[in-house]
């Protein structure tokens, strides 16, 4: 694969510490969840980061379908991304679960179950999880 674009960035102290990409566009404090053992500081998390980057990618990947179609999403489209994390069943380490739930006003239902269904298979974020991590996608 030919990368288009490549993203750079740093974290520094783990859970509770911070993280920014190397142009400064991103720049966060981190802080470990309560349900993680930490203190639930102001900072946030690997999994809201993942939570946050994996919606907007898939609500691409949606647009992209679409635009396949002469389709056009709405400008209050949304995709709601919930991100678990928990011990893994086989005890060695922890493991993530995906949650995508996408809104699409004025599609037909079928219609916007089609699009989704499309953009689980050319989404980045939805390619790279596949097999490693159990990922529901659903048309609101």
């Known amino acids: 694969m030919q990368a288009l674009y490549t993203a750079h960035a740093h974290a520094t102290g783990g859970r509770e510490g911070s993280a920014a990409t190397d142009d400064d566009r991103l720049s966060v404090g981190l802080a470990t969840p309560k349900e993680l053992g930490g203190g639930g500081g102001?900072?946030?998390?690997?999994?809201?980061?993942?939570?946050a980057g994996y919606a907007a990618c898939f609500l691409g990947a949606i647009k992209f379908v679409a635009a396949q179609d002469k389709v056009t999403i709405s400008d209050d489209a949304k995709v709601e991304s919930t991100v678990g994390i928990g011990k893994r069943d086989d005890g060695t380490g922890f493991g993530l679960t995906v949650t995508l739930k996408a809104t699409l006003p004025g599609i037909d239902p079928d219609k916007a179950q089609d699009l989704v269904k499309r953009a689980d298979v050319v989404c980045p974020y939805s390619h790279a999880t596949r097999g490693n991590i159990r990922v529901d996608v659903s048309a609101a």
Not at 42 to 51: D, I, M, S, V, Y
Request: aromatic residues 10%; proline residues 10%; negative net charge.
């Open 42 to 51: 102001a900072g946030t998390n690997p999994e809201q980061l993942f939570a």
